[in-house]
Structures are given as C-alpha cells and as structure tokens.
C-alpha cells in the first residue's frame, strides 16, 4: 500500500484551474492581436508557419509536468520491510474540548490553540506509547483509536476546531466513555486518559462515570485551560462577542472544581494551564508513574521513496516542451 508522506504539498493541485485561467487569456490575447493588424490576407500570410496543435501541446507538456512535480514535492512512497518493535509503554487517550468557548483569549493565542500545542508537545515525550484522540463539544467523537502513529495523531490535533462537532456543550462524561472504548477492557492497568477542558458547562455523569473508569483501571488526568475571571468569546462566524439572550456578553469561565473533582476520582491529577512548559513536565512525569505493559508493533521502518521518478519526468517534459517550437518553419506575429 502506498502512502504521502508530505499531503500537504498535494493542495497545490488546486493551482490547475487558475493556470488554465492563465492559458485561456493567452489564447484570447493572441487572437485580439492578429485582429488588430486589420488586412485578413496579410494576418493569413503572417500566421502560415504557427501551428496551434503545437502551441496546445506545449501548454499539455507544461500542465503535466507541474502536476508531476507536486506529486514529487509530496513523496509517493512504499513500505518495504517490516520488524517487530518492541518497546515498554502505556496507552493514552487525549480528550480535548473543541466546544466555542475554547476560542476564550484569556490565554494567548488562544485556550484551544495552547491546548493543541500541549497535545502535540506531549506525544513527542510519549514516543513508546500509544496515542488516541477524543474530541468533544456537545457531542464526543472518536477521532483517532489507539494507535503508535504519532504522525497521525499530530495531524488530527492540528485541525481541531469547533466545526468538527457542530453540536455546542460540554458532554465530559460521554467524552470519557468514548474514549475508554478504546482500551484493552481485559486489562486493569496500563491505560490513562488527559482531559483537557474549560469545565464551563457542568455535566453531572462526568464524575460518575471517572469512578466507574478509575475502578476499571484508567487513570484520569485533567488540564484546566483559562481563567477562573473569565473571558468574552469571539464568534468566528459573526466576528462578534458571544451574547446571552438577554444581549449581555457571555463571559466563559474555567470551572476548576469540576475538573479537580474528576481527576480526584479518577486517581489522576489536575493542573491548570498557565506555563506550558510546567504543565508538560508535570503531566509528563504523572503518566510516567504508570505501570507499563510490553508491546510489540509490527512497523514499516523501511520506506521506498518514488519523488525522484516523478521530478525526472517532470524535468523531461520541461525540456520537451522548451526545445518544441510553436510554428511550422518561420515566427508569426499572432495566433
């Protein structure tokens, strides 16, 4: 099975419709020029040698060779051999809150984008783990199971936005069941869960459900994000402050309480998100603490690239088209 390993170089494709655009006002500009010469016979004496099969190929040779160079820039590869890896790890399921009022600014850029940038920085220190990913508003979904896919899960964190779950909330507690889904139910160690959330919509099956996780093994840590003074919300949509019904601006708070509630009764611990520098070695260290299980993944380690065979034909369609004359014989002034 083939894979990209660099997708996002393969948007460029979307630069064809507006090269055709280029082409087309081309071949208008051409013909607007033979029109001004006036006298038929002549543009007809003029334009005898141009050959428009020849110019259209031209710009065929041109199209496909940056088509093949985007595909070269992105790196078509296969895997070639396997090997059992195997390491000592724990597996971890990444909980985030995507819900609006993680736009807060009450800490910079963003609570959702400090929150990714945590994530991210996390899983480069859990590089023997398995990593999974929940997402939550008013709904939870599974975005990622477990999986030791790094690369994968980075992808999915970086475009994590209120749009991915329409339905606004905060729903913690089904957000912990989706991911406990994703563990080994046979086992009572070996698997912990980081929350990371505002904690401004209360939601009473949340602490319920961390016990009932804690009893099955599953260490629960939470990361509280903002500000327990709060903060105005942006919508995006209407580059407007977020107002109740009453016209007032909604103020988001973090609800550290619940968040401490949970991570007391899911054997865990809860942190509030001001350094992120401290909040990761602290987190770090916590799921350190986990007894950890042997795990042997079969992993492709040895990828077979194929740019260079797209980027050679490419530079030889390039030349192609460079040594192909348009015309016949002798240059002509139009098209």
Request: neutral net charge.
């Amino acid at each position: 099975m083939f894979r990209v390993q660099h997708i996002e170089y393969l948007p460029g494709l979307a630069a064809l419709p507006f090269l055709g655009l280029l082409l087309y006002a081309l071949v208008k500009w051409k013909k607007k020029t033979t029109a001004r010469i006036g006298d038929p016979a002549l543009v007809k004496q003029l334009i005898k040698n141009f050959s428009a099969p020849l110019f259209f190929l031209k710009a065929g040779l041109a199209f496909l060779a940056f088509i093949l160079i985007v595909i070269g820039a992105a790196n078509l590869q296969k895997p070639g051999a396997m090997e059992n890896i195997k390491r000592q790890g724990v597996d971890v399921m990444m909980v985030l809150d995507v819900s609006k009022s993680m736009l807060a600014k009450d800490i910079k850029p963003s609570r959702l984008e400090r929150s990714k940038q945590l994530l991210i920085k996390l899983m480069d220190r859990l590089e023997n783990d398995r990593i999974g990913l929940v997402l939550f508003a008013g709904r939870a979904y599974l975005q990622m199971p477990l999986t030791s896919d790094h690369g994968a899960a980075m992808m999915y964190i970086r475009n994590a936005s209120p749009d991915v779950v329409p339905t606004q909330g905060t729903v913690i507690g089904e957000a912990l069941k989706m991911a406990n889904t994703s563990f080994n139910s046979k086992e009572r160690k070996y698997k912990a869960i980081v929350l990371i959330s505002d904690g401004e919509d209360h939601d009473p099956e949340a602490l319920k459900v961390a016990k009932e996780l804690a009893a099955n093994g599953v260490m629960i840590n939470t990361i509280g994000v903002g500000s327990p003074d709060g903060s105005p919300i942006m919508d995006p949509v209407t580059n407007e402050l977020k107002k109740d019904e009453q016209g007032q601006t909604v103020i988001s708070k973090l609800n550290e309480a619940e968040l401490q509630q949970l991570a007391d009764a899911g054997n865990g611990r809860y942190i509030r998100m001001e350094n992120l520098d401290d909040v990761l070695i602290t987190m770090t260290q916590q799921l350190d603490s986990i007894e950890k299980k042997s795990l042997s993944d079969a992993e492709f380690i040895d990828y077979k690239s194929y740019f260079q065979w797209f980027l050679g034909l490419a530079l030889v369609l390039l030349l192609l088209e460079f040594f192909l004359p348009e015309r016949r014989r002798s240059a002509g002034l139009g098209f």
